[in-house]
């Protein structure tokens, strides 16, 4: 029973245009979410978070929008970089357990 | 400051056999989760241990154990070995735990069960 899903597991764009990740849940008691990152050969690095009681954070070029009807959140990085190319977790945390989508691999294009 | 660090790297053992896994981190951190990671699964939370008692617990068998030292170090533990057990396990350190401040992971160990 997957409570976050990530849909996509990859997604390639150009470099300079816009990227979205996108990440759906279940669980509407989940309280916050979080987008990290992971390159090969390293651990996850803390991306942006967001608050359910927000509907959008940004944080330079990267924006995360909630939508709470919908159960969805998205995160879009603009413009996109080469050094961008990595997958993506969305996580969402419920009881002080962080839940995890399966992540997108995100190819940036020259 | 140094970051989260984890030994060994990688790992290869056989079925049945037992294996620890050790996690050291960030000074200061008294939190310390463990993650389960298999090819197109996402992070499986494992446990998180705080100030040397396990305070949360993921739907693993007992066979996956861990303890947190008073140095914050944590160790986990994998006794009778299965082919499924074959994964990144990686371990996350902060200072208050998880839903309350910024986790910081390790690079993982990669365990292959022969």
């Known amino acids: 029973d997957q409570q976050v899903k990530q849909n996509s597991p990859s997604l390639s764009v150009q470099e300079g245009r816009i990227s979205i990740l996108n990440c759906d849940y279940t669980?509407?008691?989940?309280?916050?979410f979080l987008w990290y990152k992971k390159y090969p050969a390293e651990g996850p690095t803390f991306l942006i978070s967001?608050?359910?009681i927000k509907d959008k954070n940004e944080d330079g070029r990267f924006t995360v929008f909630l939508n709470k009807s919908a159960k969805h959140l998205s995160l879009h990085i603009v413009p996109s970089q080469p050094g961008d190319s990595a997958v993506y977790f969305c996580?969402?945390?419920?009881?002080?357990?962080?839940?995890w989508g399966a992540g997108t691999k995100l190819i940036i294009k020259p | 400051k140094a970051g989260v660090t984890q030994t060994p790297r990688y790992l290869i053992k056989t079925r049945g056999q037992q294996v620890t896994l050790s996690c050291s981190p960030i000074s200061g951190h008294r939190s310390v989760s463990w993650y389960q990671q298999t090819p197109g699964q996402g992070l499986q939370f494992l446990f998180e241990?705080?100030?040397?008692?396990?305070?949360n617990k993921g739907n693993f068998p007992g066979r996956f154990s861990g303890r947190q030292f008073s140095n914050s170090r944590s160790e986990m533990n994998v006794s009778t070995l299965e082919l499924g057990d074959s994964a990144l396990y990686l371990c996350?350190?902060?200072?208050?735990?998880?839903?309350?401040?910024?986790?910081?992971f390790g690079p993982g160990t990669r365990l292959t069960v022969l």
């Open positions: 669980n509407s008691m989940f309280d916050y």
């Open positions: 996350a350190s902060s200072f208050n735990g998880i839903g309350t401040d910024t986790q910081y």
């Open positions: 967001i608050s359910s």
């Open positions: 241990y705080f100030s040397e008692t396990q305070r």
């Open positions: 996580a969402a945390n419920s009881n002080y357990q962080l839940i």
